[in-house]
């Protein structure tokens, strides 16, 4: 960056008829107000044009010669950026198109910000051409587009460098507590090839990653405090920065009074290699693994930083928590046992560091030791181990994606109209899948609120106006809104409760809002019992699902709902929970899965212990995840776990006497499901008693005809508690 000229910026704007409004206006009010206050405003000239089209793109540049554009609009991804054609309407370009233009200035244009949703593929692109390319790796809402470039053009105007400007307006963002600091990507010239390391060989020690050598690194030293973890962890500091390199120790570097947790994360973010010290001690450390987790997303995502694990008096052969082990498993790693040790490990480390290179990778068949537990002490769970039940929380590593129902719903939340039905039995992960899909809402900006019906008394489900008004109070809270104001709109005299309801969502509650808005209810089937305000309920929420997909007000509302398949014994035959959306009907875990969560608790088994696990629960998440948690605490074996699982006293007790209750309550299910134990042969039973077991997890469909879930369970529990003989 010229410090010398002045600097031209050309901002750019789009919003074509029939996208989402953005607040494009506002954003370029606030740089323009940036650059006036700073005091070296005088090196900034400024050129804007609003409601672009493709073609006032290049008149643009050369009216103005900058060497800053700014672009803010919609994106597309690998569709393109969103521009306008002659009528005003969406008008598509895409990456090579873009790529094209600036090539032909890239003599003179020094800076590109793309502030757009999705539009990394374009900056990519661009940044073959331009020396500093900024794009979104996804989408980001109008709030957070704001302050980041509210943030960019103020470093800026206070003469700092193009990355500086970046991380501050990353960090805009974050000060505003929005968490969608990671969003914003910073491309430069050299990083081309990185950005595409994600799909081709990492290259050898002696070949550079750009074309050029690069002289000064960034270094990330990760250690423990005690010794010798910490005198190393010293010389290599000393030493690089002897080199002329930048490193970064966090006892060391961090000032008294600075927030040290952020100050890691954004030294991760900024580093080009993190030098791992790996200990006995940091091996067992969740900061530590904490820092390779974020590492290894960084170098996914960006390219970047090379990961180089050097053991510290840790044999290859000393067992590693599952997670370490497949994050290292397929990288080059160096041990250290001695003093002798240092000189040349830290030439290696120079040597890479003097060119931008990356060592050779390892196949992922063949790591570079055998990981063969060969010491007395088995290998250490993920974390610290996780009682289950309720909710996992967000962070938890012992959280098993299961795709690809997972993805289809985050994308499907993205949707206008998008509307997500997730069913299955009790203690299957519906609330934690609810929990993820209201998080990435709330990282695409959106407003988010979540109703939990298990919060509400029963005598609410009895009278249709009632649950609607609380239903609308409810939500006004959440959104910051007087509960108050429902009763003030509220008309009972003129209008129905269901007419009620719908006015009022549309014009107190959807009509102010810019942004989507997120709705999620738990528990629904706690209101199945009350047939007549569960009916007039569903078919509401069923009524604004169909005027999203064509009315802009509605437009902005996207719902996710979750209930127990469990609940079907209590509802009316001829009743149905919904028949729209995205059904998620969440399956039990396959053995893949399982096997991995076995790893995850440190527990060095085989097939045939899984099996035996399987063969009596199933992939069921939460009776597989107690049985793992009591055995890797020690509270008891597998064997033991196999003799009492059946049993009262057993772990599975409480869950087995909630599915005898329920039958209890219906007779004419239990007797059905007398008929299913009694046989290890497949039933023919009447539909409705087929579905209702197979909804509460009883039974497994084959056909036409059933047969028991989970064998070594139910079967003998339930013949001895309903009495059968064989």
């Known amino acids: 960056m010229n410090n010398d000229s002045i600097q031209k910026i050309l901002l750019l704007a789009a919003n074509p008829i029939g996208s989402r409004y953005l607040r494009l206006g506002e954003e370029m009010r606030e740089i323009e107000e940036g650059l006036k206050r700073s005091k070296n405003r005088e090196r900034y000239s400024l050129a804007t044009a609003q409601a672009v089209r493709y073609r006032d793109i290049h008149r643009a540049i050369l009216e103005h010669e900058p060497q800053i554009i700014h672009f803010s609009g919609h994106g597309a991804g690998e569709e393109g950026l969103v521009f306008e054609d002659e009528t005003g309407a969406a008008k598509l370009v895409d990456a090579e198109a873009l790529a094209g233009l600036f090539q032909l200035f890239s003599g003179q244009v020094q800076c590109v910000v793309l502030n757009a949703c999705y539009s990394q593929v374009q900056a990519q692109a661009i940044s073959q051409h331009i020396p500093c390319v900024i794009g979104m790796k996804k989408a980001i809402g109008d709030r957070a587009a704001i302050e980041f470039a509210v943030g960019f053009y103020d470093a800026l105007g206070a003469k700092k460098s193009y990355e500086f400007a970046y991380n501050l307006g990353c960090n805009a963002i974050r000060m505003t507590g929005i968490s969608e600091q990671d969003i914003p990507t910073l491309l430069k010239t050299a990083q081309i090839e990185s950005m595409s390391a994600k799909t081709q060989p990492l290259q050898l020690a002696s070949s550079p990653v750009s074309t050029k050598a690069i002289t000064s690194q960034r270094v990330f030293i990760s250690y423990r405090s005690q010794q010798p973890d910490a005198g190393l962890a010293q010389e290599f500091y000393n030493q690089l920065v002897a080199a002329g390199h930048e490193a970064f120790m966090a006892a060391a570097s961090i000032s008294w009074g600075q927030n040290w947790v952020e100050r890691i994360d954004e030294e991760l973010k900024r580093c080009d290699y993190f030098l791992l010290l790996l200990s006995e001690q940091s091996a067992s450390s969740d900061m530590v693994a904490g820092e390779v987790r974020t590492a290894r997303k960084l170098q996914d995502k960006l390219g970047k930083p090379v990961i180089l694990p050097v053991r510290v008096n840790l044999p290859f052969d000393d067992p590693l928590n599952y997670e370490l082990r497949s994050f290292l498993q397929t990288i080059q790693q160096r041990q250290w046992k001695s003093q002798a040790d240092t000189p040349v490990i830290l030439s290696e480390i120079l040597a890479l560091l003097s060119t931008g290179s990356a060592p050779q990778p390892v196949a992922e068949e063949i790591t570079p030791t055998p990981i063969v537990v060969k010491r007395d002490r088995p290998p250490l769970p993920v974390a610290e181990l996780e009682l289950p039940g309720g909710t996992i929380q967000l962070a938890s590593r012992f959280y098993v994606q299961r795709e690809p129902w997972e993805s289809r719903s985050l994308e499907q939340i993205e949707k206008n109209a998008g509307l997500i039905r997730i069913k299955a039995p009790r203690q299957m992960g519906k609330t934690s899948l609810l929990a993820r899909i209201c998080h990435h809402a709330t990282e695409l900006g959106y407003r988010t609120a979540t109703l939990d019906f298990l919060e509400t008394d029963e005598t609410i489900f009895e009278d249709l106006t009632v649950f609607l008004k609380r239903f609308c109070a409810l939500i006004s809270r959440k959104l910051g809104i007087s509960p108050r104001k429902v009763s003030e709109f509220w008309d009972e005299e003129l209008f129905g409760p269901k007419e009620n309801c719908n006015d009022y969502f549309e014009q107190c509650i959807l009509v102010d809002l810019t942004v989507p808005l997120f709705l999620g209810l738990d528990e629904l089937d706690r209101l199945f019992p009350y047939n007549a305000v569960a ?154 008693s087929a579905f209702k077991l197979n909804g509460m997890g009883l039974v497994s469909l084959q056909g036409n005809e059933v047969i028991v879930r989970h064998e070594s369970l139910y079967r003998p529990y339930f013949q001895s508690r309903l009495r059968i003989r064989e």
């Open 535 to 688: 009916k007039e309920f569903l078919a509401l929420l069923r009524s604004w699902n169909e005027k999203a997909k064509v009315n802009e007000t509605w437009a902005k509302l996207r719902m996710a709902i979750a209930h127990s398949t469990e609940s079907y014994v209590v509802m009316d035959t001829n009743s149905s929970p919904f028949n729209v959306g995205l059904a998620v009907e969440l399956p039990e875990f396959n053995q893949e899965q399982v096997l991995d969560l076995v790893a995850r608790h440190g527990l060095s088994w085989g097939t045939e212990e899984t099996r035996q696990l399987m063969e009596m629960v199933g992939g069921h998440p939460y009776l597989v995840r107690l049985a793992l948690y009591h055995i890797a605490q020690g509270d008891l074996t597998l064997t033991q776990l196999v003799a009492t699982a059946s049993t009262d006293a057993g772990i599975y007790g409480e869950h087995l006497r909630r599915h005898l209750w329920n039958l209890q309550q219906n007779p004419e299910l239990a007797a059905a499901f007398q008929k299913v134990v009694a046989t290890d042969k497949p039933v023919c039973l009447p539909s409705m």
